[in-house]
């Protein structure tokens, strides 16, 4: 596998956990690809480049938009970005960038991710939509993988 891959999760937050995903999602590609390009969208991207060592750009400026077009796989992973209990709000702006990334002709993937909980229809109808049109998906826990 050679190329560009793009990952977008809850990075540059100041959560543990989620940098943690990050890390261990770096170090499994380097370990198995090393020469791929890792970029990743971030609320505080020269932190993140720090603590990873790799490129990072902003997670909401129109370099997000650009950082997608340039990437060959778009990964959307870690943490439980799929629901609607925090907010419809986050729900909608990763759906988004899933479905970006899939019209620009990306291949997209949803990797080791919490799905849920999704408690409004609209939030259930809008998840299986986009995730009904991704290139592959895989899920951290059994009850995503029921829910899914």
Request: proline share 4%; hydrophobic share 45%; glycine share 8%.
């Amino acid at each position: 596998m050679s190329g560009q891959i793009l990952f977008s999760g809850y990075y540059g937050l100041g959560n543990a956990g989620d940098e943690a995903v990050l890390a261990a999602s770096v170090g499994l590609f380097r370990s198995r690809a090393p020469q791929l390009k890792l970029t990743a969208l971030s609320a505080a991207p020269e932190a993140t480049r720090a603590s990873h060592g790799i490129e990072a750009v902003p997670r909401m400026r129109p370099a997000t938009l650009a950082a997608i077009r340039r990437c060959d796989l778009f990964l959307s992973g870690g943490g439980s970005l799929l629901q609607d209990r925090t907010s419809m709000r986050s729900l909608w702006y990763y759906l988004f960038l899933l479905n970006f990334a899939r019209r620009a002709g990306k291949k997209t993937m949803v990797f080791a991710q919490g799905i849920g909980p999704l408690i409004r229809p609209q939030a259930r109808r809008m998840v299986a939509r986009t995730l009904s049109r991704v290139s592959a998906i895989t899920v951290r826990d059994a009850e995503s993988a029921d829910l899914l």
